[in-house]
């Protein structure tokens, strides 16, 4: 039994080319994210709908304006969101808890550089990117790879489906990325979610399917782990640039075309840049317990 004390969360709903969030700001309020309140408020029928949860605190690092810290709408925590990173700073600003510009941001696996423009549009320096299969937890015992200029592609078998031939990118947060003849006709929902869950990706992975324009530019769709296909996925647009500049297919700098919205991607002497727009599309508030009650009830499947 509850008591009768309101739980009650103040929110901001946002979006970066399409991809959409809840954020909330751990800082003045009180909040205990949990994987069932994670489903709840991300869930689009029962609760407000979002891609993912996106959780404002106080850093634990000395040199860290804030921590940031991203659910996606299963409820899993991951280690990066590229579009959510540009809504966090659009959040700090217009909620007045900072007005530093650049801001330095904690994510899980280090600090990230964020910075506002004029015209609203926020530039995020992505942090580290990694390639060896183990920053990624995949498992290549028996498989076979092939060499790409400076990448390695890895031929993944999927039942009942074409093999396919995948680069290898973490930009912290893990992706595999195949290039496409176009990305209208590529079967997105039908092999995003075996190479999501493929069980040589111990800890899922997103998948990108590429499809090359011209030397700068890409259109992109992106099946994201833990959330299904996006309008647009800011770690997977970087991680499918840094793929086609590693395979000889792009050079720096890259617009990426998503369904959603474009974004711009730089990848210059190992510092990975991405920008593009963060938009806030209302506030609100809500009463948390209520929410995850009736989300249970109304929906007794879910765990
Ligand atoms: N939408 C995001 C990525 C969110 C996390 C991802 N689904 C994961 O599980 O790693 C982005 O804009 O980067």
């Not at 039994?1 to 946002?14: G, P, Q, S, V």
């Not at 925590?77 to 801001?103: D, K, M, T, W």
């Not at 324009?213 to 800011?234: F, K, M, P, Q, S």
């Not at 700098?253 to 919205?261: E, F, I, K, S």
Request: charged share 20%; proline share 5%; aromatic share 6%.
């Amino acid at each position: 039994m509850r008591d009768n004390h309101l739980m009650i969360w103040n929110f901001a709903k946002m979006q970066g080319a399409g991809n959409d969030f809840v954020v909330l700001d751990g800082v003045r309020q009180s909040i205990q994210m949990t994987p069932q309140r994670a489903r709840a408020l991300a869930d689009r029928h029962f609760g407000i709908g979002a891609d993912q949860l996106l959780l404002v605190e106080t850093p634990s690092h000395p040199e860290a304006d804030f921590r940031y810290r991203i659910f996606n709408a299963d409820g899993s925590e991951v280690e990066h969101c590229g579009n959510g990173a540009r809504c966090f700073v659009q959040f700090v600003h217009e909620q007045g808890l900072s007005g530093r510009n650049p801001l330095r941001a904690e994510i899980c696996t280090g600090l990230i550089t964020l910075t506002r423009s004029e015209s609203g549009d926020v530039s995020v320096e992505m942090g580290q990117t990694r390639f060896e299969p183990e920053a990624l937890a995949f498992d290549v015992q028996g498989l076979s790879s092939t060499p790409c200029d400076q990448d390695t592609l890895w031929t993944l078998p999927l039942p009942g489906h074409d093999d396919v031939l995948l680069s290898l990118v973490a930009i912290s947060n893990p992706h595999a990325v195949q290039v496409v003849a176009n990305v209208d006709d590529a079967p997105v929902a039908e092999t995003g979610p075996l190479i999501e869950s493929h069980p040589r990706f111990k800890q899922r992975v997103n998948a990108g399917f590429m499809q090359v324009i011209d030397r700068h530019t890409i259109n992109l769709r992106v099946y994201e782990r833990g959330a299904g296909e996006t309008l647009a996925c800011g770690t997977g647009a970087c991680a499918a640039v840094v793929a086609g500049i590693r395979r000889g297919l792009l050079d720096s700098p890259v617009l990426v075309n998503t369904r959603g919205g474009q974004l711009a991607v730089g990848w210059d002497n190992n510092t990975l840049r991405m920008s593009g727009p963060a938009v806030t599309v209302f506030t609100g508030h809500v009463d948390i317990d209520a929410l995850t009650d009736q989300f249970n009830i109304k929906d007794p499947s879910r765990p």
